[in-house]
């Protein structure tokens, strides 16, 4: 079976590097396809290589031979639909790409939020020597919403700055630098006493909708709230009040429900709102281990070898 496995390339997961890459290396293994080309043929194909988009309609259903499905991607949620995840074919991801990313940026919307840089590029532009007060991160409690590769990270660079960290996830993780880990029902009595929480869960049916209001108005007077997460986890409605309000000392955004962000948003003129276009992963670090993830998933797929990431377990290794 082997000999004859073939992929399929849609909604340009590869770019041009990988692209490049995946035909030196793997000629007449692949082939890149416009979405409704690859309805028509999928049939030819054993394997699927996408972003997490939801696929076009018809194609699982005449995706017979269709046996492996990789999303370049760390997230999920729009490719793996109840049809994908009733579909007898193995599904991984590209976890591990972003960590490293991710968790630094984090702290750099934090560190701008703190050290007042938007006022300072602004007295700069101005011409103006003015001081003003500023925050740290030292002797800080963090909370991180989901201790995975992506929270880890961050707890480790928050120790790094001398922060006290609090770890909420669903699961026993084991992450030396969590000093305490509490479960989900603990969560809320985690979030009230923490200086800084940081979002960092999948999206999913669970955590939809997990920030809301509620929850949001737990928040200590003058927290920092960061998302790194996806949209539609925090309710923006409650966030842009909240920091009108003054009733927290800022946050930092990287994902929205709606993405791109309407120009109507009324996040875009929120105060103390670090506000950016998913860009978090946008990294060289980041797209080499994308490369590389991919690569190696598609080597191992072709040699019949137990493949890396898997996310939900199907009919190869």
């Known amino acids: 079976m082997a000999g004859a496995r073939k992929i399929a390339f849609i909604f340009n997961p590869a770019g041009p590097e990988l692209e490049a890459l995946v035909r030196d290396k793997f000629a007449g293994a692949a082939e890149f396809l416009m979405p409704e080309e690859a309805v028509e043929r999928i049939q030819e194909f054993s394997a699927l290589m996408t972003m997490d988009r939801k696929l076009p309609d018809g194609l699982l259903s005449r995706a017979k031979a269709l046996e492996w499905v990789h ?8 490719v793996l639909t109840p049809e994908l995840r009733a579909h007898p074919a193995t599904v991984t991801n590209a976890r591990g790409a972003h960590p490293e990313s991710v968790s630094e940026h984090i ?3 934090l560190l701008a939020l703190m050290r007042h840089l938007r006022d300072y590029t602004r007295l700069q532009q101005e011409h103006r020597w003015e001081r003003i007060t500023m925050d740290t991160l030292y002797e800080k409690t963090l909370c991180i919403i989901g201790v995975g590769n992506i929270g880890s990270a961050v707890a480790r660079r928050a120790k790094g700055f001398g922060m006290r960290v609090i770890g909420v996830d669903i699961a026993p993780v084991v ?3 969590v000093d305490e880990l509490v479960g989900p029902r603990e969560m809320d009595a985690a979030i009230a006493r923490s200086d800084v929480v940081a979002v960092c869960v ?7 909708g997990m920030f809301c209001r509620r929850r949001m108005q ?14 539609g986890i925090v309710d923006e409605v ?7 309000e003054r009733r927290i000392a800022g946050a930092g955004f990287d994902v929205f429900e709606t993405e791109p962000l309407p120009a109507d ?16 992963s946008q990294t060289e670090l980041s797209r080499r281990r994308l490369k590389e993830i991919a690569v190696e998933n598609i080597r191992r ?8 990431n898997v996310v939900k377990r199907g009919t190869v290794p």
């Not at 409650?238 to 009108?244: A, G, N, S």
């Open 71 to 78: 999303i370049q991607s760390h997230g999920f949620y729009k």
């Open 107 to 109: 702290f750099a919307m």
């Open 175 to 177: 992450c030396e630098s």
């Open 202 to 208: 999948p999206y999913n049916d669970d955590t939809a």
């Open 218 to 231: 737990m928040l200590k007077h003058g927290a920092y709230l960061v998302n790194i997460a996806r949209g």
């Open 238 to 244: 409650t966030l842009r009040e909240m920091l009108d």
């Open 265 to 280: 948003s009324p996040l875009w003129d929120a105060p103390n709102l670090v506000l950016l276009p998913h860009t978090a």
């Open 301 to 308: 797929y072709l040699a019949g070898e137990p493949l890396l």
